[in-house]
């Protein structure tokens, strides 16, 4: 029997489960309370990406196609239905356990050169569970001979307790959401959320808003930007980030017919915005020795959190 690929995290009331599949968080709580959307056991290890750690690159890649360093790339694509190659290269691999102690898990993997990444870039997925939550360190290093291109994000599902995103009030501090192509969900433009569906800076109920979008222009001060999302009595939980993420991505996991149907929200810190792979747009360009990296943490948030 294949050992158990999972390492459970306790201090004071949390607990965390996190998957050496994916580098994955798969289920966070605060005493009897779910903070992210959990991975059940059976079935599909890790439906939607949920938990998952994004390396070397978050998001969509259009078509799979991009030029690096002089030379054009063609990565497989793993999104059929948009013709995408979507969310790096790690999400299905089994990790290797740097470090494990009952509060503390450190997994890491490398991207080996291969058809579409020519690059050995090794990623690392540092899990610290206190009694104040959990915080999250996601780095890379190139261990390869050039440069390479580089973007990293996580994809957790948060929950303010039971029901729906519909019911639930979120707060995000960032003025400019991505316009994207309805189809593909490519970017298109940056656009002020003022005046839009998509402005939660001051926190609201987030109702029958469909959101699988990019944001920017967020707002950082001395701990870095921070987003909630709660019930109707305050409960739930908030994540805060440092500004090597300035972009995050949010999903209201619209999937009609789905038991998954608007169960939680993903908001997914990012390096770069989708597609930087051809854009360019804050795309790491990571030296050989080089490393980046970036540090969240998800806490709870009412009653007793």
């Known amino acids: 029997m294949a050992p158990d690929p999972r390492f459970v995290l306790t201090a004071g009331e949390y607990t965390a489960t996190v998957s ?4 994955a968080l798969v289920s966070l709580r605060f005493g009897e309370r779910d903070l992210v959307l959990s991975v059940d056991s059976d079935g599909f290890p890790l439906p939607k990406f949920r938990g998952v750690a994004l390396a070397p690159w978050p998001n969509r890649i259009a078509d799979g196609r991009y030029r690096f360093g002089g030379e ?17 290269l790690l999400t299905w691999t089994t990790w290797q356990v740097e470090s494990a102690e009952p509060d503390r898990v450190v997994l890491t993997d490398t991207v080996q050169p291969r058809p579409g990444y020519p690059f050995t870039v090794e990623v690392r997925a540092d899990y610290h569970l206190a009694e104040d939550g959990l915080a999250i360190e996601l ?3 190139n261990t390869g001979s050039r440069p390479a291109p580089l973007g990293l994000s996580l994809h957790p599902y948060l929950v303010a307790g039971g029901g729906r995103v519909d019911d639930w009030v979120f707060e995000l501090p960032a003025d400019t959401v991505l316009d994207v192509d309805p189809d593909r969900l490519l970017p298109r433009a940056p656009k002020p959320v003022a005046g839009t569906p998509f402005d939660f800076r001051s926190g609201r109920r987030i109702g029958a808003t469909e959101i699988d979008h990019a944001y920017a222009g967020v ?12 019930d109707q009595h305050g409960d739930g939980v908030q994540m805060t980030w440092d ?3 300035r972009w995050v991505q949010v999903h209201t996991t619209d999937l009609p ?45 009412g009653g007793a959190g």
């Open 20 to 23: 050496r599949v994916g580098g």
């Open 72 to 88: 054009d790339h063609q990565l497989p694509i793993n999104e059929v239905e948009r013709g995408c190659a979507l969310h790096g």
């Open 257 to 301: 017919g789905s038991p998954l149907h608007r169960r939680g929200l993903a908001l997914e810190p990012m390096t770069c915005p989708p597609d930087a792979f051809n854009s360019g747009t804050d795309l790491i360009a990571l030296d050989p020795g080089g490393r980046a990296g970036w540090r969240s943490a998800l806490a709870a948030v």
């Open 243 to 245: 500004d090597r993420s």
């Open 139 to 141: 780095s890379a290093t």
């Open 219 to 230: 707002t950082f001060d001395g701990s870095g930007a921070r987003a909630s999302l709660v």
